[in-house]
């Protein structure tokens, strides 16, 4: 595992860099969802969402090879959705309470949730909002990382 490990995931780009501190370690290819453009906003639309996380899981009996779970819904998104009645205020304040105590929020909502860093290759986009990558890459990043590394999305 690495000292003060960080990832920075480019969509525009499809890369995932993996740093150690400010030292960047390397570069993976990466894929998105099956309709990578914009910010995620509801449930199933392809989308994979943009902003700071966490990695609040790792699970190594994945259906796609091994998997890193990423925090979102985020406070952000909890707040966009209640003032958008997709989420009740029972569910934004379960998010809340889930990201302020650095712990999986809820993942069963209309704005999304199982977003996860996984691999299953990189043959063009397909997911369903998540990251992908090759299975021999998604190996080296599940060693390397700890359950609350952080992860930063951007467009």
């Known amino acids: 595992m690495l000292e003060c490990p960080k990832i920075l995931i480019k ?5 995932l860099e993996l740093f150690d501190g400010d030292t960047l370690v390397k570069i993976f290819p990466i894929v998105l ?10 449930e199933g639309d392809g989308r994979t969402p943009e902003g700071k996380f966490y990695v609040f899981t790792k699970n190594p009996e ?10 979102y819904p985020d406070v952000k998104a909890a707040k966009r959705g209640l003032a958008a009645g997709l ?17 999986r929020p809820l993942q ?19 997911t369903e909002g998540c990251v992908a990558l090759e299975n021999a890459e998604i190996e080296e990043l ?13 467009a």
Not at 33 to 42: D, L, M, Q, R, V
Not at 142 to 154: D, E, N, R, S
Request: glycine share 14%.
């Open 108 to 126: 069963k909502t209309r704005l999304g949730g199982e977003i996860y860093i996984h691999g299953g290759g990189t043959d063009g986009d397909w």
């Open 33 to 42: 969802g099956c309709s990578a453009g914009g910010k995620k906003e509801i």
């Open 142 to 154: 599940f060693a390397a990382v700890p359950i609350g590394c952080p992860v930063t999305i951007v």
């Open 87 to 103: 989420v009740t205020l029972e569910e934004h304040d379960a998010i809340v309470d889930a990201i302020r105590e650095n712990k």
């Open 11 to 15: 969509k525009s780009a499809r890369t």
């Open 62 to 71: 994945s259906k796609f090879h091994l998997s890193l779970g990423i925090s």
